[in-house]
């Protein structure tokens, strides 16, 4: 075969995988012409039509909390802690590890201190205690196929968790969430959205392999504080590990707090700033003690405190330590639907 041969043999080849069934490929002119609708809102603004995100935490945090006000919120049309519903989409919830006895407390304490109320159908949750046969696994074929007339009409895909529901294959191997990652573009391709649940390492990043954030549009942490007590309840940090749409003030990080009747929410450094201040003029610490104390350097707890008094003086009062945290721009706010008071856990 000659060189020209040769050549146009591979330029037959191409041709022909460009039209193999199954498999489209468009020029840029014709990809830029298509008609392709914008991603509406489903959560304002974390989550996104056609989007795959992940929460991850260390046991105990609070991630089913998180998971079911989201999903309750989304079904609704309402609105938890800073994000809002613009309107109701109907939401799947699989659950893989729950109790029906608590995950039922839970959902009623939320529908009650909710602000809208989802219809019926716009809210379904498969838990494991009503399976005769136990929970799909979303790691096979056989497993996704159980879940396929369940999710045909659902627009939010909730998967709490991943440790529970996939269990084919090994968690810090890349290739064991290959079918998972599959199953979830699909997923995207129908335009549907899908939430994944997960537990957090030992070394405080989403456990087993990292391949997972690959094709992933949000990834949350969520993180206890560095003063954080038992007594506190459900209280963690809010984190955007990957966040590829949110920029500015909705990419920042914020403390999150279970309350009796509602969270509340304040932004962590205003956090810090008054903790800081309350260490230099309650108990009369050093820079450099306050620093030890919090974990922080020298220079940002000298930053943080002279940022207070700045705040003071511009708006022209005094704000003592205990009003630091109202300081508008969102910065402390609460918002109904919550779960069983101070519980902590998942």
């Known amino acids: 075969m000659t060189q020209t041969q040769g050549k146009k043999a591979v330029r037959e080849a191409i041709r022909g995988a460009e039209k193999i069934p199954g498999l489209i490929a468009h020029n840029v002119a014709e990809f830029l012409a298509l008609n392709i609708p914008p991603r509406d809102q489903i959560?304002?603004?974390?989550?996104?039509?056609?989007?795959?995100?992940?929460?991850?935490?260390?046991?105990?945090?609070?991630?089913?909390?998180?998971?079911?006000?989201?999903?309750?919120a989304i079904a609704s049309g309402g609105k938890f802690m800073q994000w809002q519903a613009p309107v109701p989409r109907k939401v799947l919830y699989l659950d893989?590890?729950?109790?029906?006895?608590?995950?039922?407390?839970?959902?009623?304490?939320?529908?009650?201190?909710?602000?809208?109320?989802?219809?019926?159908?716009?809210?379904?949750l498969i838990t494991p205690d009503m399976q005769e046969l136990g929970m799909p696994d979303i790691s096979t074929e056989e497993g996704q196929a159980k879940l396929e007339?369940?999710?045909?009409?659902?627009?939010?895909?909730?998967?709490d968790n991943i440790s529970t529901l996939a269990r084919t294959g090994k968690e810090n191997e890349a290739e064991g969430w290959l079918p998972i990652q599959g199953w979830a573009l699909?997923?995207?391709?129908?335009?549907?959205?899908?939430?994944?649940?997960?537990?957090?390492?030992?070394?405080?990043?989403?456990?087993?392999?990292?391949?997972?954030?690959?094709?992933?549009?949000?990834?949350?942490?969520?993180?206890?504080?560095?003063?954080?007590?038992a007594d506190q309840g459900a209280r963690f940090e809010v984190h955007f590990v990957k966040a590829r749409h949110l920029t500015g003030l909705d990419a920042k990080p914020f403390e999150a707090q279970l309350g009796p009747e509602r969270w509340t929410c304040r932004s962590i450094e205003n956090s810090e700033m008054k903790k800081i201040v309350e260490l230099k003029e309650q108990d009369g610490m050093t820079y450099r003690e306050i620093a030890l104390e919090l974990g922080i350097s020298k220079t940002k707890a000298e930053r943080l405190y002279k940022k207070f008094y700045d705040q003071k003086f511009d708006n022209?009062?005094?704000?003592?330590?205990?009003?630091?945290?109202?300081?508008?721009?969102?910065?402390?706010?609460?918002?109904?639907?919550?779960?069983t008071g101070q519980e902590t856990g998942q």
């Open 43 to 72: 959560l304002a603004p974390i989550l996104q039509t056609q989007s795959l995100s992940m929460i991850y935490a260390k046991r105990g945090i609070g991630k089913t909390h998180i998971a079911l006000n989201i999903a309750y």
């Open 96 to 124: 893989g590890e729950m109790p029906a006895r608590a995950m039922q407390e839970r959902l009623a304490a939320i529908i009650k201190e909710s602000d809208k109320e989802a219809a019926p159908d716009y809210f379904r």
């Open 149 to 159: 007339p369940f999710i045909e009409d659902a627009e939010f895909i909730i998967v």
């Open 186 to 229: 699909r997923l995207r391709s129908q335009g549907k959205s899908v939430l994944f649940v997960h537990h957090a390492g030992k070394g405080g990043q989403q456990r087993g392999t990292s391949r997972r954030e690959d094709v992933l549009d949000l990834v949350i942490e969520l993180k206890q504080p560095e003063d954080y007590s």
């Open 316 to 339: 022209s009062e005094t704000v003592p330590p205990s009003r630091l945290i109202g300081s508008g721009q969102g910065d402390n706010y609460a918002t109904k639907g919550t779960g």
